[in-house]
């Protein structure tokens, strides 16, 4: 008999203030479980004292999540562990925002269709039309949320519904150019991953190719990071950059750029929904 079939794969993150004796006893408990272990991560970030832990585990099927949540409960307490459980049996589901650049689109479905991103794209949301035949071709529910000054706090109440309705583990914007309000970016804080195609923190905001272009900058880049208040200026995921030169026009740094842009992005899903990334304040760890 195959004994992998009767395993359930599981991946435990857990963050506290850094002391003696943290990773001994999450590793015991978890043998205690029965459970093997087959990846773990550890950083102990010096500037903020916090212990950082991700640990990828399989355990026999009839140890549920709970189980191993009671399980775990007294290491919790014990070190003030923040922790999180994701037990990865089913795929996860994304909601992909756009507006009308549709190649991070594009390559999100890409990857998803040669299984390099195991993911569902439950819904595409855009402010305008022109995504529509892509949804229809991909077989994608696609709503259209247009927004304006007058309606932006209607428009976002739809955007909130559609996310719930399909019950999205992570909202994509990819080059969705409309800036979340202060409330929808705070209630979807660390459930929100953006593209932005500039090499952050340099260009935030707005044509940032322009403002690179009229810097006479010799390299663009684009940073992938979770949506907060302050616009582009989340904890950075994932960033690649590429020269560039005096001969080359901004249309050029566009062009250019939209690969990187894709790259970028479907690199920080990717670990994102692997649980790779943890947040630690306005930075993150990103465990390879
Ligand atoms: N609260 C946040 N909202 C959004 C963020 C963010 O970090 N925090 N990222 C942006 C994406 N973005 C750059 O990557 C961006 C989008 C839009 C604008 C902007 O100035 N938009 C204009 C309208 C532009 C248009 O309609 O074509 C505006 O809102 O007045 C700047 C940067 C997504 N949202």
Redesign the pocket.
């Known amino acids: 008999m195959n004994c992998a079939a009767l395993r359930l794969s599981f991946i435990l993150t857990l963050s506290c203030e850094d002391q003696a004796g943290i990773v001994a006893a999450v590793t015991t408990e978890l043998a205690n479980l029965g459970t093997n272990i087959a990846e773990s991560s550890q950083h102990w970030d010096r500037a903020s004292n916090r212990f950082f832990m991700r640990i990828a585990f399989s355990a026999p099927a009839w140890v549920s999540a709970d189980a191993i949540t009671k399980g775990l409960a007294p290491v919790v307490n014990r070190f003030g562990l923040s922790s999180r459980l994701l037990e990865r049996s089913r795929r996860p589901k994304i909601v992909i925002m756009v ?2 650049f549709d190649h991070a689109l594009l390559h999100l479905i890409y990857q998803i269709r040669v299984g390099w991103l195991e993911a569902e794209v439950a819904a595409i949301i855009s ?1 305008h039309e022109d995504s529509r035949e892509t949804a229809a071709w991909a077989g994608i529910p696609y709503h259209v949320l247009p927004i304006s000054k007058e309606n932006k706090q209607e428009q976002e109440g739809r955007i909130l519904a559609v996310i719930e309705d399909v019950g999205a583990d992570l909202v994509v ?1 990819a ?8 409330d ?2 705070g209630r979807l804080f660390g459930k929100v991953i ?4 500039s090499f952050l923190p340099s260009f ?3 044509r ?1 190719y322009h403002q690179a272009f009229e810097h006479g900058v010799k390299l663009i880049g684009a940073t992938a ?1 979770y ?8 904890p950075i995921i994932e960033q690649e950059t590429e020269r560039v030169t005096h001969s080359m026009s901004v249309e050029d740094f566009i062009a250019t750029g939209r690969d990187i842009e894709s790259r970028v992005l479907a690199r920080a899903i990717k670990r994102h929904l692997e649980a790779r990334v943890m947040i630690n304040g306005r930075k993150t760890v990103v465990f390879a």
């Open positions: 507006s009308k402010n914007l080059r969705y150019m409309q800036v979340y309000s202060d929808l970016a953006n593209i932005h195609h935030k905001g707005a940032p990071h949506v907060t208040a302050q616009l582009d200026e989340g």
